[in-house]
């Protein structure tokens, strides 16, 4: 079972930057959809950032447009989130995701449904 990776986690104050990156070994990444989930205690799995098999394609939740950027290493199948301006919302374990079914970005972040998930990172924002 392929699951991608993971890393770039932290703890961070609150209008501070982090990185978050996923390397999906043994898969191909160029032409899937791929995306970043966040989950916090008694809530369910949403959607922060999904991009769709076309770069066009692309969605981001209200709270964190223009904020985060999510994008794609193609050659070394690596998916990153870039988190700025970060605030204590954030907190939470952030989950990438990768599927190949063609589906709008945001339904894709919407449908909390994807054939890779990694195993999930922390992120946490306070003072």
């Known amino acids: 079972q392929l699951q991608p990776v993971e890393s770039g986690g932290h703890s961070v104050q609150p209008g501070g930057s982090l990185r978050l990156s996923c390397k999906a070994s043994g898969l191909a990444i160029d032409y899937v959809g791929i995306a970043w989930f966040r989950q916090v205690p008694g809530k369910e799995r949403e959607g922060v950032a999904c991009?769709?098999?076309?770069?066009?394609?692309?969605y981001y939740r209200d709270s964190v447009k223009g904020r985060f950027i999510i994008s794609r290493d193609k050659t070394n199948s690596t998916l990153t989130l870039q988190m700025n301006s970060v605030i204590p919302e954030g907190t939470g374990v952030y989950y990438c995701?990768?599927?190949?079914?063609?589906?709008?970005?945001?339904?894709?972040?919407?449908?909390?449904?994807?054939?890779?998930w990694g195993q999930g990172i922390q992120v946490t924002v306070e003072s």
């Open positions: 991009l769709g098999r076309i770069e066009s394609n692309i």
């Open positions: 995701a990768i599927d190949g079914a063609e589906l709008p970005a945001h339904a894709f972040c919407r449908g909390r449904s994807a054939r890779y």
